[in-house]
């Protein structure tokens, strides 16, 4: 699977920037190509789909933010158990950080852990996955906390 076979669209954070009432923020991701393998790599090993708590989410940078301030990076969704990448997307650096301030505030102001919602589209099917944690790492692959959506009490 390709990088480019996966196209993030995301909606429901516009409502941070007016006064309208929150809504949990939405990256909904549809494949192109061959699915076979992206189907594979979202069961465990038991052959059960794989739940919310056992991938994680996260966004690297592929440069460093000093250097350019509209730099890329990569989103990608792992096994949290066996640390296999499921998939990777290139998507803006300033559209995951506006998503990801968009979860923070919708946590705040709704007191839920679920801050905001993954949907994968995979033949026709919607996996869907609410989550609460977002990591986000510099090009040299160390956390930013700062920039990260970490929920309160969790030790990394």
Do not use: C
């Not at 941070?16 to 923020?25: C, I, K, L, S």
């Not at 549809?30 to 996260?58: C, F, H, N, P, W």
């Not at 007191?111 to 986000?136: A, C, H, M, P, Q």
């Amino acid at each position: 699977m390709r990088r480019e076979q996966f196209d993030l669209d995301v909606r429901n954070h516009e409502w941070v920037d007016t006064d309208n009432d929150p809504r949990q923020p939405l990256a909904r991701i549809s494949v192109t190509g061959t699915t076979e393998q992206l189907q594979s790599r979202l069961k465990g090993a038991d052959g059960d789909r794989l739940s919310a708590d056992m991938i994680d989410v996260a966004f690297r940078l592929t440069e460093s933010m000093d250097d350019d301030p509209t730099a890329d990076g990569v989103v990608s969704v792992a096994n949290r158990l066996t640390g296999d990448f499921i998939f990777e997307t290139n998507e803006d650096a300033d559209d995951v950080f506006q998503f990801i301030h968009a979860a923070r505030e919708y946590g705040r102001e709704t007191n839920t852990s679920d801050r905001y919602r993954i949907e994968i589209v995979v033949d026709g099917e919607t996996v869907t996955y609410d989550k609460g944690t977002f990591l986000v790492y510099d090009e040299e692959g160390d956390l930013l906390r700062a920039q990260s959506l970490i929920p309160s009490g969790v030790e990394l």
